[in-house]
Structure formats: structure tokens, C-alpha cells
């Protein structure tokens, strides 16, 4: 089949305290803080942090709600380390980089004759960065990390399954990722187009058990696949359902982007994502990107309640700006062919008086 689906658009993790989350992801990673709103589902404040490269890419983004109101489980059924692409040569900084900042690592590995090196988060999440050529995306650069070794986007993924089988008919038959190798426990699957973050690995772990499917510190939550237009996620949407994934999600404003959601096979919940006008610079311009909190239209009335619930933050200066490396917008325009569609939106009340105990 030919697939409706692009690469990664973004992955979403679950750490534990905000400031945290925010020092690991800008200092040690060197990330770009792009976007600070808060989760839009339920009625509880939580932080929505958006990481990514020097241009907000698609492709490039890792979202975070810091839930440090319970523990998760990690397990199978879950993503369970997300990859970022580095230039060949750069892993012996990145080794040096995490020594200086005394975080966990697993020393140079090769998985398909690439090396990567593994580390983790405060949280115990898992994040790599692997040598691939020819990756040409803007990296955000800190004073420690420079343009020559910074990160450039994602490379893909690593999901644990107990079982190949149905996890890999999914992303076959449902997401048109066609299978090109095998690593030892590694099944790796690619899907069509140029470019990077078009791969994911499933890692066969058939002792290790299942991982919790809720929010919760220490897990990631899903992974999600860009698809580019309503009209593709509609199409998606249909897919699932002539396959027998009859609990896709409706369709979600998530107001950067729409969404969709489905739990596959294997347990691994996975979004597709379309894209809107202008994406992550709807709301503020390039420079500003990630220095204010944000929040969607329909939440803005309860601002006031909302940030009183809020751990304080301070945004590091590793996200401010520098002007010698302003990047351009690159706005995505909706197709005319786009249909305009029904979307789900959460009316929550964020007032404690008013939850749900």
C-alpha cells in the first residue's frame, strides 16, 4: 500500500518535575524550548513542554507533560527510547558531554552498522543520539554544543514488543512501513520518502512486561506520525477501521496540530498528526519561541487558575535567541482540497474546587 504517513512528527514523554525536565532537555540535550502551553486533556494543570532544532522542524519534536503526580511503569508495549540524528564523528563529544554533566549513559553501541550512544533522562526515560550523513536540518546550539555536533531532528525510534508479529502487521498493513532488516532483537521498519526520521525499531523483549498506558513520570506516552493534511488523517482514520481498529480516537485539536489516536497491536499508542497553518509560529513569532506560557483559546479565560497550579520555572538561557542564528519560519499552508472537519476539544474546569476528586 502506498502510505499516508511522512515520518515522525513528534514523540511525546512523560518525565517528572518540570525544571527538571526543562535543564535535561536544553542543557544536556541542547534543545530548542519551542513551546510551553499545558495539556489539553482533563482538568488538572499540567505543563506541555515542545523541544526541538533551531527551526521547530517536524520531525524534530519531543513534547513532554512533566507528571510527577504518579509514577509510571516502563515496560513493553511501550516507546522506549527515542533517537536523534548527530553527525558522523560526533559521538565521542556527546560521550564527553554527558560525563561533564554526570548523566547516565550506555557507552558507544552499534545497532545496523550505525553507532549511538544511549542515555537517560532524570525521569529513567531513554533518549539516543546515532552518527547519520547527510541529515541537513538546523541544529539549536547551546555554549556547550556546537553546530558541528548538535542534534538535527529525529532518526526514528525504539518500541519494545514481547511479540514482532502483530506489532509489525500494523505498521505494515495500517502505516505502509515496509520492513528492510533485522539487528539481533531489532526488527527495523522504514517508511517510504527521502529524508530523515522515516525509521522505527522494534526491540523483541519477551520477558519484560507490559509498561503502564497512562500518564505517568518516567514512561513515554506515544509516538506520533505526520500525515501532513486533514484530508490524509480522515483517510487514515478509515483505514484503521477497515482493518478492525475500530477504537480510533476522534479527531483532537491540539490547535498547533490535529490528531488521532489508536492503540496498536503490541500496546503502543500511536497519534497521526496533520498539520495547520503557520504550526508552532501561530502564536509567536521565531524569536520568541518557548519564553512565555501559552495556552489554547478556549483555556485562556482560566489562565489565572491554571498558572496558580503551575511548579515555577526558569526558562534557561540556553533558549534564548541568538541573532546570528535567527531561523525562518516555515509555515504549512492546508491543501485546497482540505475538507473542514468536525474537532474534539476538552472543556475542562481547572478551578480545584471544581475537580473531580
Not at 35 to 53: A, C, E, R, W
Not at 75 to 91: E, F, K
Not at 154 to 173: I, K, N, T
Not at 198 to 214: K, N, Q, T, Y
Request: charged content about 25%; overall charge negative.
Amino acid at each position: 500500500m502506498k502510505s499516508l504517513i511522512h515520518g515522525v512528527h513528534h514523540i511525546t514523554l512523560c518525565p517528572g518535575g518540570a525544571q527538571q525536565d526543562l535543564d535535561f532537555f536544553t542543557q544536556v540535550l541542547g534543545q530548542r524550548l519551542v513551546k510551553q502551553t499545558v495539556l489539553m486533556d482533563g482538568s488538572i494543570p499540567i505543563y506541555h513542554f515542545y523541544y526541538g532544532n533551531a527551526d521547530a522542524d517536524v520531525g524534530s519534536i519531543a513534547t513532554c507533560f512533566p507528571y510527577s503526580r504518579k509514577p509510571g511503569r516502563a515496560g513493553s508495549g511501550q516507546l522506549s527510547c527515542t533517537s536523534y540524528t548527530v553527525p558522523l564523528g560526533a559521538i565521542p563529544f556527546w560521550r564527553e558531554h554527558f560525563d561533564r554533566h554526570q548523566a547516565e549513559h550506555s557507552g558507544v553501541q552499534e545497532r545496523f552498522g550505525a553507532k549511538y550512544l544511549r542515555v537517560r533522562h532524570p525521569a529513567g526515560l531513554l533518549i539516543e543520539v546515532i552518527e547519520e550523513s547527510g541529515d541537513g536540518r538546523n541544529p539549536w546550539t547551546t555554549p556547550a554544543i556546537s553546530k558541528d555536533v548538535g542534534t538535527r531532528g529525529f532518526f526514528g525510534a525504539v518500541l519494545s514488543v514481547r511479540d514482532v508479529r502483530e506489532q509489525e502487521s500494523f505498521f505494515v498493513d495500517a502505516l505502509g512501513f515496509q520492513k528492510v532488516g533485522v539487528d539481533g532483537p531489532y526488527h527495523r521498519f522504514e517508511v517510504a520518502g527521502t529524508g530523515p526520521g522515516r525509521v522505527v525499531d522494534l526491540h523483541v523483549e519477551p520477558e519484560r512486561a507490559p509498561g503502564s498506558w497512562g500518564f505517568g513520570a518516567g514512561t513515554a506516552h506515544h509516538i506520533a506520525f505526520n500525515v501532513e493534511t486533514d484530508a490524509a488523517l480522515i483517510q487514515q482514520k478509515a483505514l484503521y477501521e477497515e482493518l478492525g481498529f475500530t477504537d480510533a480516537s476522534e479527531i483532537k485539536d491540539r490547535f498547533y496540530f490535529h490528531s488521532m489516536y489508536v492503540r496498536s497491536p503490541g500496546g503502543i499508542l500511536v497519534e497521526c498528526t496533520a498539520n495547520v497553518p503557520d504550526g508552532f509560529y501561530r502564536d509567536e513569532q521565531p524569536e520568541e519561541l518557548g519564553t512565555t506560557l501559552l495556552l489554547p483559546p478556549w483555556f485562556e479565560e482560566q489562565r489565572d487558575v491554571i498558572v496558580a497550579q503551575l511548579e515555577p520555572i526558569t526558562v534557561p538561557e540556553e533558549n534564548r535567541l541568538k541573532a546570528v542564528t535567527t531561523p525562518k519560519p516555515r509555515p504549512v499552508v492546508k491543501t485546497a482540497e482540505e475538507p473542514n472537519i468536525p474537532l474534539s476539544r476538552t472543556k475542562a474546569a481547572f478551578d480545584k474546587e471544581k475537580q473531580a476528586t
